[in-house]
């Protein structure tokens, strides 16, 4: 199927990160879109179409020449089955990237975490540079059409999620890999198999293939130890081509020198915080200078990037308390998270506030997430997020967390919330007590921040 063949299409899943940029799209093309969420639809955000809240056999158009589904919505969906019934083609947001990206010079950004920040300050470099690229990317960026940019050049940067194999529905020129580790463990078994469809993935490229890869992940030199295309390596550690040094934490950012190919290039800025950005910027550049990017626009370029949603995003103030969310939902990307915090707000009280999500990461990660949350000085840590689809028996709690947290260290500060609505009375009781709250988690963690503003 091509794109060009649509005239009609039909979205389930609108409310996600993923599909709602592929029917933005489709939009601009002039198609005419429909689309359908269980949550309830901000239609406010979304291009003129026809909307519902929830779904039913009633709001797929017979005439639609395809139904575009979010991987939430399983085989017995009912929009879905309406849809097979009437032999309307069904693509899953996966297939459906994989459709609209096949023309284009492709540069896909993998791994277990940063995809998104990265994908969106590669997309600003890009854009900064000349190159008019199209992007999407999981989250909100500021100045462009929320979580799509349109451009008119064959040039298309685009998020690659790795649950499911998703990003092999990709054919891209070039792929980053920004880190790998175990994660998704309802859908990978372990560390190696993440690793083998990594090595796949990786494989597609070809000699011709352009890989840009973080030097100082030790599990991605394992994966692409045998490409044969040409490598660009980053990091903060000796033998990559950019490589970043003297890193400062400073009362806005950071500040850090760059080296590409052996050539200081200068010392640049950023008010993203943490180490884990320092990689996500150094990602970006790398790409951008492969691509014959101009140097003079990486300083205007990072300096007002001021980043995206739900990635550490200082959305308010409670009183005289910083509210600040993020999306952080694996045991490494909480602690970089939290020692971002401690860094930029240096001698400060910062309450973290964290909702783990899905059971089965939090089963196979749990002696991760006991090491990381004890390690943090207060938390308030909620009853674990229940994804849709995806946790048919498997029992385990939050509270068995804090029983373990505890077993370690009886004078944690660790408070145990049911929901969303008892996080936010306790947080509200205890809040002239911090200065900082940080709200961490996927799902629908986000909604408690914003609900501490109001």
Not at 369 to 398: K, N, W
Request: net charge negative.
């Amino acid at each position: 199927m091509e794109i060009e063949r649509i005239t009609k299409a039909h979205f389930i899943g609108v409310g996600g990160i993923g599909v709602s940029a592929i029917l933005r799209l489709f939009a601009s093309r002039g198609i005419i879109v429909s689309g359908t969420d269980m949550a309830t639809i901000d239609t406010h955000t979304l291009p003129s179409g026809t909307y519902h809240d929830g779904h039913d056999a009633e709001h797929v158009p017979p005439d639609a020449d395809v139904v575009i589904y979010s991987p939430a919505a399983g085989e017995s969906n009912i929009e879905r089955m309406t849809a097979r019934a009437m032999n309307i083609p069904e693509l899953s947001y996966p297939e459906a990237l994989g459709m609209v990206t096949k023309p284009y010079n492709t540069i896909a950004i993998s791994g277990t975490h940063g995809k998104s920040t990265t994908t969106a300050l590669m997309g600003k470099l890009f854009e900064a540079g000349g190159f008019d690229p199209s992007v999407i990317v999981g989250a909100e960026v500021p100045g462009w059409d929320h979580n799509l940019r349109i451009g008119t050049r064959n040039c298309f940067i685009v998020e690659a999620c790795e649950y499911r194999r998703a990003m092999m529905n990709l054919a891209p020129q070039t792929i980053v890999l920004t880190n790998l580790e175990l994660d998704h463990p309802d859908y990978y078994k372990d560390l190696r198999d993440i690793k083998n469809a990594f090595h796949e993935y990786v494989g597609k490229l070809g000699e011709e293939g352009l890989l840009v890869m973080n030097n100082d992940d030790a599990n991605i030199r394992e994966v692409v130890a045998d490409f044969d295309g040409v490598i660009v390596r980053y990091g903060v550690g000796e033998g990559a081509d950019l490589i970043a040094r003297n890193i400062q934490t400073t009362a806005s950012g950071q500040t850090f020198d760059l080296t590409w190919k052996g050539t200081p290039l200068g010392t640049f800025n950023t008010t993203l915080p943490g180490l884990y950005n320092i990689y996500n910027i150094l990602a970006g550049v790398a790409t951008y200078l492969t691509y014959g990017g101009q140097q003079e626009m990486i300083t205007p370029t990072l300096e007002s990037f001021e980043g995206i949603g739900r990635r550490f995003e200082i959305i308010g103030t409670l009183g005289n308390v910083t509210i600040i969310s993020d999306y952080a939902h694996h045991p490494t990307a909480l602690r970089a998270v939290t020692e971002a915090a401690a860094l930029r707000f240096p001698n400060k009280r910062i309450l973290t506030i964290f909702r783990p999500h899905h059971r089965e990461r939090t089963i196979k990660l749990f002696d991760q997430f006991v090491e990381t949350i004890s390690g943090i000085p207060d938390i308030l840590l909620l009853e674990i997020y229940d994804v849709a689809g995806r946790e048919e028996g498997v029992m385990i709690s939050s509270k068995e967390i804090i029983t373990k947290v505890l077993e370690q260290n009886p004078n944690a500060h660790i408070v145990y919330a049911e929901n969303l609505e008892e996080a936010e009375r306790i947080a509200r009781t205890i809040q002239n007590d911090f200065d900082v709250m940080l709200v961490v988690g996927a799902g629908d963690t986000d909604l408690l921040a914003k609900r501490l503003l109001k």
